[in-house]
């Protein structure tokens, strides 16, 4: 089993959803959890930084962490076709950081 | 002004050859990083350098030899290019290591392509 599971998709949805991500994890000692937007031939780029439980907004995006059951989730709202890209979540914490696969989104006009 | 810079962009060359990647950071960071992204957007660790000394190693073939030359660079060399090295490579790089949770920079990538 991977440390951090995420499913790549690719996740298609109509431009203004409400976009759901979400990655699960089995090491305890994550406290940091970020995720990163990858646009085509780019870097990845953080995008949400949290520390351990709870909410954080920033403007559309929303990220969720829930420690109890080792989940966490970005939501975007009124998705854009400038969402389209492949966003990865981060987590840190006992000495490791591990990326997971990344999920490809595209947000249709 | 780029925050962290790699070249080149692209790398097309054949097996066998020997190849170099360099990367640089201005945003006065410690540490910095080789990252390796496969077709399927998989991102791996290779090494981790804080104040020019070496802190992460992962299982790489001896083929690949960092070196940070000062704390704002940190090269990737590759010998006896392999097929399976193709892939894109990014640098990045972070004020303390990031896995006590300070978040990471990327460059845009060096994707090499061995044919």
């Known amino acids: 089993q991977k440390e951090v599971e995420q499913d790549p998709g690719p996740l298609s949805v109509p431009e203004g959803a409400i976009v759901s991500l979400n990655c699960t994890y089995s090491n305890s000692a994550f406290q940091y959890f970020m995720w990163y937007r990858q646009y085509s031939r780019k870097g990845p780029e953080l995008l949400m930084y949290t520390y351990s439980s709870g909410n954080k907004e920033d403007g559309r995006f929303t990220a969720q962490v829930d420690k109890s059951s080792k989940y966490i989730s970005l939501f975007i709202r009124d998705s854009q076709p400038s969402d389209s890209a492949t966003y990865l979540c981060?987590?840190?914490?006992?000495?490791?950081?591990?990326f997971g696969q990344g999920t490809e989104l595209s947000v249709k006009p | 002004d780029t925050a962290v810079s790699q070249t080149p962009k692209y790398l097309v060359t054949q097996m066998g050859n020997d190849k170099s990647i360099k990367c640089e950071q201005n945003?006065?960071?410690?540490?910095m990083y080789w990252y390796k992204q496969d077709s399927k957007k998989f991102l791996k660790i290779m090494f981790s350098?804080?104040?020019?000394?070496?802190?992460i190693n992962e299982t790489v073939p001896n083929r690949f030899s960092p070196k940070s030359p000062d704390k704002a660079h940190l090269n990737l060399h590759i010998n006896s290019l392999e097929l399976g090295d193709s892939a894109v490579y990014f640098c990045a790089s972070s004020q303390d290591p990031g896995t006590g949770g300070s978040p990471l920079h990327f460059g845009n990538g060096t994707r090499l392509t061995v044919t």
């Open positions: 945003l006065g960071h410690d540490t």
């Open positions: 350098y804080n104040n020019k000394e070496l802190i």
């Open positions: 981060a987590m840190s914490g006992g000495g490791k950081l591990i």
